[in-house]
Antibody, heavy 125, light 109 residues
């Protein structure tokens, strides 16, 4: 059974860079998409972006200018960097695996399973 | 892409059935195969319940079921139990990005 373990600091200063890592246990990072999602009381769940194991990324347009997601297949890890953070970036951050089914080479469904345990990140000086 | 619309709260007594709606538009909910539902208990990560609109994730109780009518997807919880209390989120993958509903708080009376 695949489990995702998140690591990274819970406190980041304004204008600095938020960095989190998600390690995949019990399975390979290969052949899947991997997402970062954050949750705030005010905005609910917000998708940040994802990465395929080969390194191809997609980002939420509202965060694209500040986000970088990378993958290290040798360590079975993927990471999130969010630059120039402000108080508005205070949230619980989750990593998740994107599962999908394919028919004739076309993805016919996608869902997020499992999720990491979550990391509360507070932006404060 | 705007968020999917869910009721803020739904309640029911033990043993009853409740239904949570999720309304979107032609670019998200209408593509039913990409609708999924998640359960979240306090201070826990979301857990996948339903994918492809109406398929249950492994080890998820048969009391949870998904359906769709027009641009509205629905999650039904049958035989409501105390452990079903929590927040429920619908989600859609459309146009190379993910969009979530605002969440529904389920209370077992």
């Amino acid at each position: 059974q695949v489990e995702l373990q998140q690591s990274g600091p819970g406190l980041v200063k304004p204008s600095e860079t938020l960095s989190l890592t998600c390690t995949v246990f019990g399975g390979s990072i290969d052949s899947y998409y991997w997402s970062w999602i954050r949750q705030t009381p005010g905005k609910g769940l917000e998708w940040i972006g994802n990465i395929f194991y080969d390194g191809v990324t997609a980002y939420n347009p509202s965060l694209r200018s500040r986000v970088t997601i990378s993958v290290d297949t040798s360590k079975n890890q993927f990471s999130l960097r969010l630059t120039s953070v402000t108080a508005a970036d205070t949230a619980v951050y989750y990593c998740a695996r994107e599962r999908f089914n394919m028919v004739g080479g076309i993805i016919t469904t996608r869902w997020l399973d499992p999720w990491g345990q979550g990391t509360q990140v507070t932006v404060s000086s | 892409q705007s968020a999917l619309t869910q009721p803020a709260s739904v309640s029911g007594s033990p043993g009853q059935s409740i239904t949570i709606s999720c309304t979107g538009n032609s670019s998200d909910v209408a593509n039913y195969n990409f609708i999924s539902w998640y359960q979240q208990h306090p201070d826990r990560a979301p857990k996948a319940l339903i994918y492809q609109g109406n398929r249950r994730s492994p080890r998820v109780s048969t009391r949870f079921s998904g359906s769709k009518t027009g641009n509205t997807a629905s999650l039904t919880i049958s035989g409501l139990q105390a452990d079903d209390e929590g927040h429920y989120y619908c989600c859609s993958y459309a146009g190379s990005s993910w969009v979530f509903g605002g969440g529904t708080k389920v209370t077992v009376l």
